[in-house]
């Protein structure tokens, strides 16, 4: 079946620092989601994009629709310490018989 | 709207007891998934309804587990008889039929000592 590469799997990063994260795949997928899950909390979505090349923003979170659409990347930028928690990347393919697939999500660790 | 309700949020259960976990949808979503998380596999899909109907139950780890959507406001998860390796999380997850984006409820911690 399909699978997503998520990378780094955790990330340690100073309240300030810029975040990068990544994932990919080894099929297409003509959607992609970027969710965060906090502690305790189910996942809540940031971003969708839909169409390759797409760069979309979210307040300090941007995210881009790879040109191949095997890949999508989010950027956190001028990180806090309430950015902490689990991203998980989806993908979405409508013939996918309607399910999205995830990936095995970054942990960021956020220091004061 | 309230969000995709989950109940219990806690569970704490013996091996060989039934559990049940139950789970309302937005208003107006016409598909329903059940997910599990820990952190050795991470998100996995167990089943999933568009329409109150089983679409996807190639997930369900085994006979144990078991899922019905008797209406479009509700859902359950049995499993029966529990085991310890089914400690987890268990989210549940709705949306709309033709919309990618998926709505977590806050989920339900499983342990089975």
């Known amino acids: 079946g399909q699978q997503l590469n998520q990378s780094p799997q955790s990330m340690f990063i100073q309240e300030g620092e810029d975040v990068s994260m990544n994932c990919t795949s080894s099929?297409?997928?003509?959607?992609w989601l970027w969710y965060k899950q906090e502690p305790g909390e189910g996942p809540v979505l940031l971003i969708a994009?839909?169409?390759?090349?797409e760069l979309t923003s979210n307040g300090r979170l941007t995210a881009q629709f790879g040109i191949t659409r095997k890949d999508s990347f989010l950027n956190i930028s001028a990180s806090i310490p309430s950015d902490v928690g689990i991203y998980f990347c989806?993908?979405?393919?409508?013939?996918?018989?309607?399910?999205?697939?995830f990936g095995d999500g970054t942990t960021l660790t956020v220091k004061p | 709207d309230a969000g995709v309700i989950q109940s219990p949020r806690h569970e704490v259960t013996e091996m060989g007891q039934e559990v049940t976990l139950r789970c309302k949808p937005i208003s107006g979503h016409n598909s329903l998934f059940w997910y599990r998380q820990t952190m050795m596999r991470g998100l996995e899909l167990l089943i999933y309804?568009?329409?109150?109907?089983?679409?996807?139950d190639s997930g369900m780890p085994e006979d144990r587990f078991s899922a019905k959507m008797p209406n479009a406001s509700f859902s359950t998860l049995k499993i029966q008889p529990s085991e310890p390796r089914d400690s987890a999380v268990y989210f549940c997850?709705?949306?709309?039929?033709?919309?990618?984006?998926?709505?977590f409820g806050s989920g339900t911690q499983l342990s089975v000592l």
């Open positions: 309804f568009n329409n109150n109907v089983p679409i996807d």
């Open positions: 997850a709705s949306r709309g039929l033709t919309n990618e984006k998926l709505f």
């Open positions: 099929s297409i997928f003509n959607t």
């Open positions: 994009l839909y169409k390759a090349g």
């Open positions: 989806a993908g979405f393919f409508n013939t996918n018989a309607g399910k999205s697939t």
